[in-house]
């Protein structure tokens, strides 16, 4: 596979963050196939995300959703396919993916509970930054996720809603273009969904990413995504927008559940 290029990044002198009118086109994977023994993880998939968009991802268990997100942040390796971030060729293991401007948050946060919050992204900062002597700061980075005045806490005391917030900023510190979210909802309740996915509207306006969203939780799948994916048995089931996703009966009965229970 092609050769990958850095990606944007954090201005040493100004400490300024990527703005939304950032230029490129986006993620693009073509033909992603996996097979794991007996078993086709992936077949075929292929899906567009341009800069500035959330592209929502779900499916039944065991439907290749995180498989989908391990190939495309080099912890899986492809069979066939490949994986284009504004026009380079991806490929490598995920810290090299990773100077190409691809970050992940997991479904478990898992950030450092030793270290301070600060200390949390400035890890990222160090990890997606090869290039850097030291003069970048992380503070725009505090103030986007809403962390700012907790700066200096342990991320030990952190609850589940403030852990999520250090992963995401410590990920963002690294620089993406694109950033593939695991389930970020999960394990929070009805007001901290909405906080969170606030967040992540702002994150994705502000910094013009590419986002690509796997969630169980539909209807606030709906709400952030311009389009979405219904992956079934590693097979593109449909991509449409999510009113149709959401209307579409054999989504609804096989898929999503009951209408009134989302």
């Known amino acids: ?53 959330i592209f929502g991802v779900a499916g039944p268990n065991g439907a290749g959703k995180s498989t989908l997100i391990g190939v495309c942040t080099g912890h899986v390796r492809p069979d066939r396919g490949t994986i284009e971030l504004d026009g380079q060729r991806l490929s490598g293991r995920p810290h090299a993916l990773c100077h190409a401007g691809v970050a992940r948050m997991f479904q478990v946060p898992q950030i450092f509970s030793s270290m301070t919050v600060r200390e949390n992204v400035e890890t990222g900062l160090i ?9 970048a700061s992380v503070d725009p980075i505090l103030d986007l996720t809403g962390l700012a005045d907790r700066a200096s806490d342990a991320a030990s005391g952190l609850d589940l809603l403030a852990r999520k917030r250090v992963m995401l900023a410590a990920a963002l510190a690294t620089g993406p273009r694109v950033l593939f979210m695991d389930e970020p909802l999960g394990g929070l309740n009805e007001a901290e ?9 702002r994150v994705r306006a502000e910094l013009a990413l590419s986002v690509v969203l796997v969630e169980h939780k539909i209807r606030a799948l709906a709400q952030l995504s311009q389009r979405i994916m219904i992956l079934d048995f590693g097979k593109t089931l449909r991509i449409d927008t999510p009113d149709k996703i959401l209307s579409d009966p054999e989504i609804i009965t096989l898929y999503l559940g009951k209408k009134h229970e989302y």
Do not use: C, Y
């Not at 990527?18 to 993620?27: H, M, N, T, Y």
């Not at 990890?127 to 003069?135: K, N, T, V």
């Not at 969904?193 to 509207?201: C, P």
């Open 193 to 201: 969904i909405d906080a969170f996915s606030s967040l992540i509207r």
């Open 127 to 135: 990890f997606g930054r090869a290039w850097s002597d030291g003069s």
């Open 1 to 53: 596979m092609g050769e990958v290029t850095t990606g944007t990044t954090l201005d040493a002198d100004s400490a300024t963050l990527p703005r939304s009118d950032a230029p490129g086109q986006g993620l693009a994977v073509r033909g992603l196939s996996v097979r794991f023994g007996a078993v086709q993880a992936l077949s075929d998939v292929s899906f567009d995300v341009p800069p500035g968009k």
